[in-house]
């Protein structure tokens, strides 16, 4: 009986790994997604009853859930090392002609593309994933194995004849469409963005929870084959060889050439890349050239960083020059004015630029801009293009300099520039439209008020129809006159209504981060909130009394007092008192005392709760929440993406590192 167990767990494996490679590396699918899944279910249900017989690199684990408290470090068996890199094509002919006065023979060269991600060394042993590690400082790396094992397209069991111990060497990186995917769950979840790929995958992989790294989708290309007892000859041949024990590789000659003998096919391939990266559904940073024959490689040797048989040609940040038609300026909610460089549209790296950030004034005229002027406009790894400078051969065509605007854009008043202040302000905060918008915007927002049955469009509207001026309209507001609006429909209508009644209940700290008090942000509003129980106090306080506060400064206290001088403000306040928001702190009892005397640093995101959520947790239960660490520190709670700052800080000072989990299970106690 349990003989025909293991073998049904043997069986599966071997399918679900077979199908898993169709899938993912080959692209090839044989089987529905329906039978794949229903052979992962069978085998998850014979793990579960029967664990003796299930494996470490057993299929299932690609869902991830196992959780890696720390990564071990370890000590590369071969160092990692890193390519020697260029800008400058005469730099790559350079070094062909130096390869080739090194060595006697015909040399032929391999083409791949440079990954841009992170390093990994996977070692196998007996055709078993056994460890994978990142390149750390190329002696020494951590060890991510759990995190790697969720990644498809690398194989946890090699089912051909491999030599008995290997270690395969690859780029891991966020393919991105999976990227942006994540990118757009964030901002529907109203989070901050994540900025690039790369980093996106480096953060992704040393998450703590491998079942974050198993839901983003990280994807892996090998590149390179090392251990003893190996026979290959030549690179190629490895990297080939790879493709056919499982491991992804590319699969079109444009990706990978090999046989190449002259400079020319070498500029034939750095060029079409440097064209055409764009198209590639995964991020490159340029493309690698290695001596192919392992001899060769052999006979040209290393230098104390880099193989002397390879080389990286970097690409530049892609540049293009259009004209600069027209400087316009944003408003913002606080009355900050943003110029914005309105272009000729061009396409920059594969996608049509219109716009790009001027920042401020001074930034304007470092470039001296002219309206008319030919601009070079640059994408580096930020989403926002930006101007890098003029092409002065165009400059004659050019109409007059760019003067920066006196007055606001929106409502005519002047603008003004405090000392020391890079940026310009709107000074109209009562009457200024994007301003009244904007902090109603910023009222309902999830940190604030969290009225998520109103957006931007409806604010807009409701503005336009001259039915709210100030937040506090909005608790005024009636169901006809929302259904009234353009494209609103009835179920929206009540959305909306019912959403607004919700806010009643939100806690004061928040309210008054939703005034939209200048400078006075999340953590600010809830010291003050602490400190001064209720909006009255806070209201009646002295200059002193504010900046006696923790981390109240003269700015904010300055801040403060002039949002409760100027009596529009103080009518609102009454109004939100009147139907019922709450304007003092509630006495929370603590939820319990378990957490007494500890001490807590949170860095990262979390899954099940939010940062302040979390933060809100450690309070009800009696701990305290600082922001860095120190010997005083009893715990770091760890997310995702934590600095490797504050890890390496925690280890050192012997803090104990706790995942969300462990926290909450603590709490649960
Ligand atoms: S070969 C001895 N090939 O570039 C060096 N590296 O500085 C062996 N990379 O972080 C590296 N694509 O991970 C090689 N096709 C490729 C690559 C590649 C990306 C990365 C590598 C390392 C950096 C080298």
């Not at 990262?604 to 005083?632: C, H, M, P």
Request: proline residues 3%; glycine residues 6%; charged residues 25%.
């Amino acid at each position: 009986m349990s003989e025909d167990i293991k073998n049904r767990i043997d069986k599966l494996v071997k399918e679900i790994n077979f199908h898993n490679n169709a899938y993912y590396v080959k692209s090839a699918p044989v089987i529905s997604d329906f039978e794949f899944d229903q052979m992962l279910k069978e085998l998850e249900q014979l793990e579960h009853d029967y664990p003796q017989f299930a494996s470490a690199n057993s299929p299932t684990k690609r869902v991830g859930g196992d959780i890696t408290k720390k990564f071990e470090s370890v000590t590369h068996e071969f160092p990692m090392l890193s390519l020697s890199n260029t800008y400058s094509e005469d730099e790559i002919k350079d070094w062909v002609v130096r390869i080739k006065k090194l060595s006697e023979e015909e040399i032929t060269y391999v083409c791949e593309l440079k990954y841009d991600g992170v390093a990994i060394g996977i070692r196998y042993k007996n055709g078993e994933l056994e460890r994978a590690v990142t390149r750390g400082d190329g002696t020494q790396g951590e060890d991510v194995t759990t995190n790697v094992k969720t990644i498809k397209t690398v194989p946890l069991t090699l089912h051909t004849e491999t030599p008995a111990e290997f270690e395969i060497r690859g780029e891991i990186f966020f393919p991105l469409e999976n990227f942006s995917k994540l990118n757009k769950l964030r901002a529907e979840a109203g989070e901050e963005l994540y900025a690039n790929p790369r980093n996106t995958a480096s953060g992704t992989l040393k998450s703590q929870d491998s079942k974050i790294v198993a839901e983003r989708g990280l994807d892996c290309y090998l590149y390179g084959v090392y251990g003893y007892d190996l026979n290959f000859t030549s690179h190629s041949e490895a990297v080939k060889t790879a493709g056919e024990w499982g491991f992804k590789i590319p699969d079109s000659n444009k990706r990978m050439i090999e046989n190449c003998k002259t400079i020319e096919e070498i500029m034939d391939f750095i060029s079409y890349w440097d064209k055409n990266r764009f198209q590639l559904p995964f991020e490159i940073d340029g493309v690698v050239i290695k001596v192919d024959n392992y001899d060769q490689q052999e006979q040209l040797g290393f230098t104390a960083k880099s193989p002397r048989w390879a080389i990286a040609y970097k690409f530049k940040a892609e540049q293009v020059s259009t004209r600069l038609n027209e400087v316009t300026y944003q408003v913002g909610r606080t009355g900050a004015i943003t110029p914005v460089a309105n272009l000729e549209p061009v396409l920059l790296a594969g996608t049509t630029v219109k716009r790009a950030s001027l920042h401020n004034q001074d930034q304007i005229e470092k470039l001296d801009l002219h309206i008319g002027d030919q601009v070079y406009v640059e994408k580096g790894g930020e989403i926002i293009p930006k101007i890098v400078g003029v092409d002065m051969s165009f400059r004659s065509k050019a109409d007059g300099v760019v003067e920066f605007i006196s007055h606001c854009p929106e409502c005519g008043t002047e603008l003004i520039r405090k000392e020391g202040e890079a940026q310009h302000f709107c000074p109209n905060e009562i009457g200024c439209p994007p301003q009244i918008k904007g902090r109603i915007e910023h009222f309902i927002s999830r940190k604030a008020m969290n009225i998520d049955g109103l957006g931007p469009e409806t604010i807009d509207a409701l503005y336009n129809s001259h039915l709210i001026e100030n937040y506090a309209d909005l608790y005024d507001l009636t169901f006809s006159q929302i259904v009234s609006l353009e494209r609103m429909a009835d179920k929206s209508a009540n959305n909306a209504m019912a959403s607004i009644e919700a806010s009643l209940a939100t806690p004061f700290e928040k309210v008054l981060f939703a005034l939209g008090i200048r400078h006075v942000g999340e953590t600010v509003a809830k010291k003050l909130a602490r400190h001064f129980k209720n909006i009255d106090q806070l209201a009646a306080a002295t200059f002193d009394e504010l900046i006696a506060v923790n981390e109240i400064g003269e700015k904010i206290a300055i801040a403060i007092q002039s949002f409760f001088q100027e009596e529009k403000n103080r009518i609102i306040i009454e109004r939100l008192k009147n139907v019922g928001i709450h304007f003092e702190i509630e006495v929370v009892e603590n939820a319990s005392n378990t957490l007494k005397g500890q001490t807590f640093v949170i860095s990262g995101v979390f899954e099940k709760v939010s940062r302040n959520e979390l933060k809100e947790l450690i309070e009800k239960n009696g701990g305290k929440n600082t922001g860095s660490i120190s010997a005083k520190t009893n715990y770091l709670v760890a997310g995702e993406n934590m600095g490797p700052a504050k890890l390496d800080k925690a280890q050192k000072l012997g803090v104990k590192i706790i995942s969300e989990d462990d926290f909450l299970t603590m709490i649960e106690n």
